[in-house]
């Protein structure tokens, strides 16, 4: 137990001394946050051109793409100065902010990714059916829905966090506003918020989690009774990309909070937080736009319209 005192302000320790690394560290670190800002940006921008893709996948995938780029948005620009400094200063308040919409977008995804696979599933094992089931309404619910979730579910959790008794103790040891290393710093109350955060954390991401799971099952088992090979692998290549995706994110957040925070090491965590925050981002857009024919047809017709009028 320490003095409690009133924190105004944070200090993110970030990678801590990385003996010189700092600046080559940015350099890539800016570039992955570019190039994850271009890729989806592009995405939304050839779905909405293109009417071709005016239909439920490629909506959904507009707001995953929007999504990704405020997920990494809510970290990088932060994390980027933390590596220029060595350490980085946030306010109270912009502490508690990054910790609620980092925390929002990371349910939305969940909830997002459980939507793109319904809708996949009813596209694949509903074919004659899939227009009317997944009508417009019906899109807008499942996305309106996620954002609600997603927006409402760290209410509880920020709230219990910043509400705690902190000691004289302000330093963070991570490039952001973690709740691991947030905890840490309390002196009294972290084990209910942990207890309350993984009980909540467990059903925002397990229940999305099955249902996508649930979903990939109908959907091998109706392509696997496809007698053509052909028709099998149109069936596949339709959502290999998002089943790529959902691999990466939840193999990664899994990792991170599936440990108990008092056992996880501090610079085991910053490198998994690396994984989901920054890198996963930039390998989505990508994973979208090779694996996805609909997609570089799309991008190509863009870039020759582009080049025609030049």
């Known amino acids: 137990m320490g003095n409690l005192t009133i924190i105004k302000e944070f200090l993110l320790l970030g990678f801590g001394n990385l003996h010189g690394l700092n600046y080559f560290l940015f350099v890539i670190f800016l570039g992955i946050y570019i190039v994850t800002l271009l890729g989806n940006i592009l995405i939304l921008t050839v779905i909405s051109l293109d009417r071709s893709l005016q239909n439920p996948m490629y909506f959904f995938l507009s707001n995953f793409s929007f999504l990704e780029i405020w997920y990494t948005t809510s970290i990088s620009p932060k994390m980027l100065k933390t590596l220029m400094s060595g350490t980085e200063v946030i306010s109270f308040a912009g502490c508690v902010a990054q910790f609620y919409f980092f925390g929002s ?98 059903f925002v991401t397990m229940v999305p989690f099955l249902l996508t799971v649930a979903s990939y099952i109908r959907i091998v088992a109706a392509v696997l009774r496809i007698p053509s090979a052909s028709g099998k692998q149109r069936a596949f290549s339709t959502c290999s990309s998002h089943l790529i995706v959902v691999t990466l994110y939840y193999g990664t957040l899994g990792t991170v909070y599936a440990v108990p925070t008092a056992t996880q090491t501090a610079a085991l965590n910053k490198i998994f937080s690396l994984l989901y925050t920054v890198v996963t981002p930039m390998i989505n857009p990508i994973v979208y736009s090779l694996r996805n024919k609909d997609v570089k047809k799309a991008v190509r017709k863009l870039m020759s319209h582009w080049a025609y009028f030049k």
């Not at 995804?109 to 899939?130: G, T, V």
């Not at 009317?132 to 609600?148: K, Q």
């Not at 973690?178 to 972290?190: E, F």
Request: aromatic content about 14%; hydrophobic content about 50%; glycine content about 6%.
């Open 105 to 202: 977008m990371a349910v939305v995804e969940c909830f997002l990714l459980a939507a793109m696979s319904y809708d996949r599933y009813l596209a694949i094992c509903s074919p004659l059916q899939y227009p009317t089931l997944m009508n417009f309404h019906t899109c807008i619910l499942l996305a309106g829905g996620s954002w609600l979730g997603g927006f409402l579910t760290p209410v509880v959790t920020v709230t219990m966090t910043f509400q705690l008794p902190f000691c004289a103790a302000y330093e963070v040891d991570h490039f952001f506003c973690d709740l691991a290393p947030v905890l840490k710093l309390a002196c009294s109350g972290a084990e209910a918020v942990e207890k309350t955060t993984f009980l909540m954390a467990t």
